[in-house]
């Protein structure tokens, strides 16, 4: 048999004459993101590189079938394919989390979150406003009942942690159907430390008694403490809903273990597959037994037919992440970050929390005069892909930021290390201290527009270059 790394070349490159036989644009774009995504130093906390087996596995014709239901419980005929497919994806994924239920259906993390709201809903109000009415489902209720019923589901209370305390705009941020459907209330961290306080989202959840406290973040870079939360949520009758989009890798790979492996503690567990995880494009549900009916409802009641190509590349990733090597992976990426913050600290700039003990690294790039917005786009120039992101009570608002994000998932899966995470930062700090705030067309200052001196950016380039070099986007892969 061919090595895999030839077989995978022969595979893209055949694929894309493929393509380019209808459409030659999209191949050429196809080749393209690939050059830039090997050029370039990925540093969004959020973005991975999934292995060739978990892309290659997207690109069949399970894309084709429609299997709305569950195993063995579908709304289509033929789907015995798909219920093999998906049986393999939720046994792996109840092995890999140690749970008791996965839903492996969601199309992404926001309705893997929206199973999870409406499973919730299902299990606390409807099912017992069903019972209470002798009703064994929606359809037999009087119109009359059904108004109460909807009112009831429309007004709910939700706890989540606010966005630029780094929460997730599904966690009840008001533009958000969250932020809509729940009478929401968030909580923050500490204005001096940045952490979280416990004792606040205590007294937070007494003082509004949600049935939904939510844990779980995008920009936060520390460690949350669930059995606490847990305890919290025990204590005001809330059902502790845990969303671990970012930080499943590590929770898959045992880094987080005990009080900060959500899943023992929490009743329902939501997760992207394609961040830390290293899977495909996609969300989960994770939930207990008392749960698991009602998740099971995740189509029809917010979802439609599964994306069974994509159930089955989640199944390839989770087999991928059952492997000792994605503990060693885990753990690097965690490392990783501390060198990184370390980087950074060492050269004077301020990092929220003073520091990670994650994945993720927020850096306050007020001191150096740049909002997040200029910092972003002065790193882009360099080949330095981040985001800007909110830092706790920011003065600039979500859209130009004091902050840039960063996350070591995708440079560790391509093999950096604590030197390089050293040298990112410094090259980072380098962009920073060189980049000045520019000026409006009017003169006046500007959040977004900024100068960096001739040639810096090229040298940037250069200097991650070698990096890069080193360390190769899918070593081996040529395209033809
Ligand atoms: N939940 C959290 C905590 C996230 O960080 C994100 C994505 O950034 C999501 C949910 C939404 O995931 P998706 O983009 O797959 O809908």
Not at 252 to 270: I, L, R, S
Not at 392 to 421: I, Q
Request: hydrophobic share 40%; with cysteine.
């Amino acid at each position: 048999m061919a090595d895999l790394t030839s077989l995978t070349s022969s595979a893209y490159s055949q694929a894309l004459e493929v393509i380019a036989s209808v459409e030659p644009r999209i191949a050429e774009a196809t080749r393209k993101e690939l050059a830039d995504q090997r050029s370039s130093l990925k540093l969004i906390a959020s973005e991975n590189y999934a292995s060739p087996a978990v892309l290659l596995t997207m690109g069949t014709w399970f894309s084709d079938k429609y299997a709305e239901g569950t195993v063995g419980h579908r709304f289509y005929a033929g789907c015995q394919n798909v219920d093999t497919v998906e049986t393999i994806a939720a046994e792996h994924a109840r092995e890999l989390f140690g749970a008791e239920y996965a839903y492996v259906q969601p199309h992404s993390g926001i309705d893997a979150n929206l199973v999870a709201f409406w499973s919730i809903l299902a299990h606390r109000v409807e099912s017992p406003a069903l019972e209470k009415l002798g009703a064994r489902g929606v359809n037999e209720l009087t119109d009359v009942d059904w108004e109460t019923l909807r009112h009831e589901l429309g007004n709910q209370r939700l706890l989540g942690m606010s966005l630029d305390a780094g929460g997730h705009l599904t966690h009840g941020f008001r533009p958000n159907i969250s932020g809509k459907m729940f009478h929401q209330q968030q909580y923050g961290t500490d204005p001096v430390t940045g952490l979280l306080d416990y004792d606040v989202v205590a007294a937070k959840a007494r003082e509004f008694k949600p049935l939904i406290l939510v844990a779980g973040y995008s920009a936060y870079p520390r460690r949350v403490d669930f059995a606490k939360m847990r305890e919290i949520a025990d204590e005001v009758g809330a059902t502790l809903m845990v969303d671990m989009a970012h930080f499943a890798g590590l929770v898959a790979g045992k880094v987080f273990t005990g009080d900060e492996d959500p899943v023992p503690h929490a009743h329902v567990v939501t997760s992207t597959t394609h961040k830390s995880l290293r899977g495909p494009r996609g969300g989960i549900v994770l939930a207990t037994e008392e749960y698991a009916p009602s998740v099971d409802r995740g189509c029809p009641m917010v979802l439609g037919g599964p994306l069974s190509h994509v159930m089955a590349a989640k199944a390839v990733a989770f087999a991928e992440a059952r492997q000792d090597s994605f503990k060693t992976y885990a753990q690097q990426v965690a490392d990783n970050a501390k060198s990184l913050a370390e980087g950074f600290m060492k050269r004077g700039a301020k990092l929220v929390t003073d520091g990670t003990d994650n994945h993720i690294v927020l850096v306050d790039v007020s001191g150096f005069g740049l909002t997040g917005r200029q910092a972003e786009s002065a790193l882009l120039d360099a080949g330095i892909v981040t985001n800007r992101n909110s830092v706790p009570a920011d003065p600039n608002g979500a859209w130009y930021t004091s902050g840039v994000r960063l996350g070591t998932p995708a440079l560790t899966t391509r093999g950096f290390g604590h030197d390089e995470f050293d040298n990112v930062a410094e090259l980072i700090v380098h962009v920073l201290q060189n980049a000045e705030a520019g000026t409006t067309k009017a003169g006046g200052p500007s959040k977004a527009s900024y100068l960096l001196p001739d040639g810096l950016a090229d040298k940037v380039k250069a200097a991650s270059a070698e990096m890069l070099d080193k360390h190769p986007l899918y070593p081996g892969l040529e395209l033809t």
